[in-house]
Protein backbone atom coordinates (compact mmCIF):
# COMPACT_ATOMS: atom_id res chain seq x y z
CA UNK A 1 0.00 0.00 0.00
CA UNK A 2 2.87 2.53 0.77
CA UNK A 3 4.77 1.44 -2.23
CA UNK A 4 1.59 2.77 -4.73
CA UNK A 5 0.93 5.82 -2.32
CA UNK A 6 4.48 6.74 -3.00
CA UNK A 7 4.63 5.67 -6.50
CA UNK A 8 1.21 8.39 -6.94
CA UNK A 9 2.81 11.18 -4.90
CA UNK A 10 5.36 11.04 -7.22
CA UNK A 11 3.69 11.29 -10.05
CA UNK A 12 1.76 13.78 -8.93
CA UNK A 13 4.75 16.10 -8.01
CA UNK A 14 5.96 15.55 -11.55
CA UNK A 15 2.69 17.16 -13.49
CA UNK A 16 3.09 20.79 -12.18
CA UNK A 17 6.58 20.40 -13.33
CA UNK A 18 5.94 19.34 -16.51
CA UNK A 19 2.89 22.32 -17.17
CA UNK A 20 5.32 24.29 -16.16
CA UNK A 21 7.53 23.25 -18.73
CA UNK A 22 5.02 22.94 -21.23
CA UNK A 23 4.21 26.87 -20.17
CA UNK A 24 7.50 28.07 -20.14
CA UNK A 25 7.85 27.19 -23.91
CA UNK A 26 4.08 28.63 -24.55
CA UNK A 27 5.68 31.54 -23.48
CA UNK A 28 9.10 31.87 -25.45
CA UNK A 29 7.12 31.40 -28.48
CA UNK A 30 4.77 33.87 -27.33
CA UNK A 31 7.29 36.18 -27.12
CA UNK A 32 8.27 35.45 -30.46
CA UNK A 33 5.37 35.97 -32.43
CA UNK A 34 5.05 39.43 -30.32
CA UNK A 35 8.74 40.53 -31.64
CA UNK A 36 7.78 40.15 -35.34
CA UNK A 37 4.89 41.59 -34.61
CA UNK A 38 6.52 44.67 -32.88
CA UNK A 39 9.23 45.27 -35.25
CA UNK A 40 6.49 44.81 -38.38
CA UNK A 41 4.77 47.45 -36.75
CA UNK A 42 8.28 49.64 -36.10
CA UNK A 43 8.62 48.80 -39.99
CA UNK A 44 5.42 50.48 -41.23
CA UNK A 45 5.85 53.34 -38.87
CA UNK A 46 9.39 54.11 -40.51
CA UNK A 47 7.82 54.05 -43.44
CA UNK A 48 5.04 55.91 -42.52
CA UNK A 49 7.39 58.80 -41.30
CA UNK A 50 9.51 58.36 -44.46
CA UNK A 51 6.84 58.81 -46.69
CA UNK A 52 6.13 61.54 -44.87
CA UNK A 53 9.11 63.49 -45.16
CA UNK A 54 9.20 62.90 -48.97
CA UNK A 55 5.71 64.44 -49.28
CA UNK A 56 7.10 67.61 -47.39
CA UNK A 57 10.42 67.59 -49.10
CA UNK A 58 8.30 67.44 -52.44
CA UNK A 59 6.01 70.55 -51.10
CA UNK A 60 9.38 72.41 -50.18
CA UNK A 61 10.26 71.79 -53.84
CA UNK A 62 7.38 73.33 -55.16
CA UNK A 63 7.86 76.86 -52.86
CA UNK A 64 11.23 76.82 -54.16
CA UNK A 65 10.01 76.77 -58.02
CA UNK A 66 7.53 79.16 -57.56
CA UNK A 67 9.95 81.17 -55.57
CA UNK A 68 12.37 81.08 -58.64
CA UNK A 69 9.76 82.43 -60.83
CA UNK A 70 9.25 85.52 -58.61
CA UNK A 71 12.75 86.18 -58.33
CA UNK A 72 15.11 88.67 -60.08
CA UNK A 73 18.28 88.21 -58.73
CA UNK A 74 20.70 85.07 -59.81
CA UNK A 75 22.32 84.71 -56.33
CA UNK A 76 18.44 84.21 -55.06
CA UNK A 77 17.82 81.86 -57.92
CA UNK A 78 21.21 79.65 -57.89
CA UNK A 79 20.14 79.29 -54.10
CA UNK A 80 17.24 78.21 -54.86
CA UNK A 81 18.19 75.68 -57.12
CA UNK A 82 20.72 74.54 -54.71
CA UNK A 83 17.77 73.42 -52.51
CA UNK A 84 15.94 71.89 -54.91
CA UNK A 85 18.91 69.91 -55.74
CA UNK A 86 19.57 69.24 -52.12
CA UNK A 87 15.92 67.95 -51.63
CA UNK A 88 15.81 65.98 -54.68
CA UNK A 89 18.81 64.56 -53.28
CA UNK A 90 17.17 63.62 -50.28
CA UNK A 91 13.81 62.18 -52.07
CA UNK A 92 15.76 59.82 -53.83
CA UNK A 93 18.06 58.76 -50.55
CA UNK A 94 14.44 58.26 -48.61
CA UNK A 95 12.47 56.68 -51.85
CA UNK A 96 15.81 54.10 -51.68
CA UNK A 97 15.34 53.49 -47.31
CA UNK A 98 11.47 52.93 -48.00
CA UNK A 99 12.41 50.37 -50.96
CA UNK A 100 14.65 49.09 -48.59
CA UNK A 101 12.34 48.83 -45.49
CA UNK A 102 9.53 47.25 -48.24
CA UNK A 103 11.66 44.26 -48.93
CA UNK A 104 12.16 43.98 -44.97
CA UNK A 105 8.56 44.59 -44.14
CA UNK A 106 7.69 41.01 -46.79
CA UNK A 107 10.20 39.06 -45.27
CA UNK A 108 9.12 39.91 -41.65
CA UNK A 109 5.26 40.01 -42.91
CA UNK A 110 5.97 36.20 -44.11
CA UNK A 111 7.85 35.19 -40.70
CA UNK A 112 5.03 36.81 -38.70
CA UNK A 113 2.73 34.79 -40.27
CA UNK A 114 4.10 31.61 -40.14
CA UNK A 115 5.09 32.73 -36.55
CA UNK A 116 1.51 33.20 -35.56
CA UNK A 117 -0.09 29.91 -37.57
CA UNK A 118 2.47 27.96 -35.35
CA UNK A 119 1.48 29.72 -32.28
CA UNK A 120 -2.04 29.27 -32.69
CA UNK A 121 -1.21 25.21 -33.37
CA UNK A 122 0.98 25.22 -29.77
CA UNK A 123 -1.70 27.35 -28.39
CA UNK A 124 -4.74 24.43 -28.95
CA UNK A 125 -1.60 21.84 -28.27
CA UNK A 126 -0.62 23.31 -24.75
CA UNK A 127 -4.51 23.83 -24.18
CA UNK A 128 -4.99 20.12 -24.75
CA UNK A 129 -1.89 18.92 -22.88
CA UNK A 130 -2.55 20.91 -19.93
CA UNK A 131 -6.55 19.90 -19.21
CA UNK A 132 -5.01 16.32 -20.38
CA UNK A 133 -1.97 16.95 -17.40
CA UNK A 134 -5.11 18.28 -15.19
CA UNK A 135 -7.22 15.67 -15.80
CA UNK A 136 -4.41 13.01 -14.88
CA UNK A 137 -3.84 15.02 -11.68
CA UNK A 138 -7.69 15.00 -10.36
CA UNK A 139 -7.25 11.07 -11.01
CA UNK A 140 -4.06 10.41 -9.17
CA UNK A 141 -5.76 12.65 -6.35
CA UNK A 142 -8.37 10.45 -6.29
CA UNK A 143 -7.20 7.21 -6.48
CA UNK A 144 -4.25 8.81 -3.22
CA UNK A 145 -6.99 9.65 -1.41
CA UNK A 146 -8.72 6.06 -1.83
CA UNK A 147 -5.37 4.54 -1.47
CA UNK A 148 -4.93 6.25 1.74
CA UNK A 149 -8.51 5.53 3.32
CA UNK A 150 -7.78 1.59 2.68
CA UNK A 151 -4.56 2.33 4.63
CA UNK A 152 -6.09 2.96 7.55
CA UNK A 153 -8.47 0.19 7.06
CA UNK A 154 -5.08 -1.90 7.12
CA UNK A 155 -3.86 -0.31 9.91
CA UNK A 156 -6.40 -0.74 12.51
CA UNK A 157 -5.75 -4.73 12.03
CA UNK A 158 -1.90 -4.78 12.61
CA UNK A 159 -0.67 -5.26 15.85
CA UNK A 160 1.19 -1.89 17.59
CA UNK A 161 4.15 -3.49 17.84
CA UNK A 162 4.16 -4.56 14.20
CA UNK A 163 3.50 -1.57 13.06
CA UNK A 164 6.38 0.46 14.90
CA UNK A 165 8.95 -2.27 13.67
CA UNK A 166 7.30 -1.86 9.55
CA UNK A 167 7.05 2.30 10.57
CA UNK A 168 10.87 2.41 12.04
CA UNK A 169 11.79 0.26 8.50
CA UNK A 170 10.05 2.44 6.38
CA UNK A 171 11.14 5.72 8.05
CA UNK A 172 14.59 4.52 6.04
CA UNK A 173 13.45 2.57 3.35
CA UNK A 174 10.25 3.99 2.22
CA UNK A 175 8.21 1.67 -0.26
CA UNK A 176 10.83 -0.98 -0.03
CA UNK A 177 10.36 -2.10 4.06
CA UNK A 178 9.02 -5.38 2.64
CA UNK A 179 10.68 -7.12 0.14
CA UNK A 180 10.08 -10.77 -1.69
CA UNK A 181 12.61 -14.06 -1.25
CA UNK A 182 13.53 -14.59 -4.62
CA UNK A 183 15.99 -17.83 -5.88
CA UNK A 184 16.67 -17.24 -1.72
CA UNK A 185 17.99 -13.80 -1.83
CA UNK A 186 16.55 -10.75 -0.45
CA UNK A 187 14.74 -8.52 -3.09
CA UNK A 188 15.57 -5.45 -2.00
CA UNK A 189 19.65 -5.84 -1.13
CA UNK A 190 19.68 -8.82 -3.55
CA UNK A 191 22.05 -11.02 -0.61
CA UNK A 192 21.91 -14.44 -0.02
CA UNK A 193 19.80 -15.41 2.55
CA UNK A 194 21.18 -18.61 5.01
CA UNK A 195 18.82 -21.66 4.46
CA UNK A 196 17.77 -21.40 7.96
CA UNK A 197 16.49 -17.96 7.19
CA UNK A 198 14.61 -18.70 4.32
CA UNK A 199 13.05 -21.85 5.32
CA UNK A 200 11.30 -18.69 8.24
CA UNK A 201 10.54 -16.75 6.21
CA UNK A 202 8.76 -19.77 3.64
CA UNK A 203 7.13 -20.68 6.83
CA UNK A 204 4.94 -17.73 7.26
CA UNK A 205 4.50 -17.92 10.89
CA UNK A 206 6.47 -15.00 12.19
CA UNK A 207 8.36 -11.77 10.75
CA UNK A 208 11.44 -11.87 9.61
CA UNK A 209 14.27 -9.70 8.76
CA UNK A 210 17.21 -9.71 6.39
CA UNK A 211 20.22 -9.69 8.39
CA UNK A 212 22.37 -7.36 6.03
CA UNK A 213 19.50 -4.43 5.22
CA UNK A 214 16.89 -5.19 7.83
CA UNK A 215 13.93 -5.38 5.49
CA UNK A 216 11.07 -7.52 6.09
CA UNK A 217 10.70 -10.61 4.17
CA UNK A 218 7.75 -12.54 2.82
CA UNK A 219 8.31 -15.59 0.63
CA UNK A 220 7.08 -15.06 -3.01
CA UNK A 221 5.87 -18.25 -4.84
Known sequence: MDKKIIERRKLLSKIPVEIEKIQKQFKIEEEKVA???KELLQVDLSIKEMEAEIAGLKSKIN???IQQLSTRKNEEYQALSHQIDHATQ???DLEDKVLDLLEKKERISKTYKEADIQFHHLALEVKKKTE???TQKENFEKSLSQLLEERKAYINHLEPHTLQIYQRIAASKPG????PVIDETCGGCHMRMTKQAYLKVKASDALVFCEYCGRILFFSE
Open 90 to 92: KIS
Open 63 to 65: QYK
Open 132 to 134: ALS
Open 35 to 37: QNK
Open 176 to 179: TAIM
